[in-house]
């Protein structure tokens, strides 16, 4: 069965620091790459960043760079978001998912998603 699940998430104050990960189930060399997606409330889902499996190349929205990081493990099972400098607007329900195509910040390329995990950042 095709997994993601998403954990690290929480409430934290503005200027604090989260990490999030990603633990896959399924063979991670079927897809592309695995990305980090956001979802406020009333809002639509955005980008946030991606990496490549084989070369570990990233991909940062123009939100979030020089604060958050994605990296993933020397296995290729799990990706990790780590999110410095935390703002009020990074408040969102946070998913993981698998590319299976390009370009990389389209939703629509990804082919399984995690459930989500929430991090709310107070002010």
């Known amino acids: 069965q095709v997994q993601l699940v998403e954990s690290g998430g929480g409430l934290v104050q503005a200027g604090g620091s989260l990490r999030l990960s990603c633990a896959a189930s399924?063979?991670?060399?079927?897809?592309?790459?695995m990305g980090w997606f956001r979802q406020a409330p009333g809002k639509e889902r955005e980008f946030v960043a991606t990496i490549t499996w084989n070369s570990g190349g990233t991909v940062y929205a123009d939100s979030v760079k020089g604060r958050f990081t994605i990296s993933k493990d020397g296995a290729g099972k799990t990706v990790y978001l780590q999110m410095n400098s935390l703002k009020p607007e990074d408040t969102a329900v946070y998913y993981c998912?698998?590319?299976?195509?390009?370009?990389?910040?389209?939703?629509?390329?990804?082919?399984?998603w995690g459930q989500g995990t929430q991090v709310t950042v107070s002010s």
């Open positions: 998912a698998a590319a299976a195509s390009w370009p990389l910040r389209e939703p629509e390329n990804y082919l399984y």
């Open positions: 399924f063979r991670t060399s079927s897809t592309y790459a």
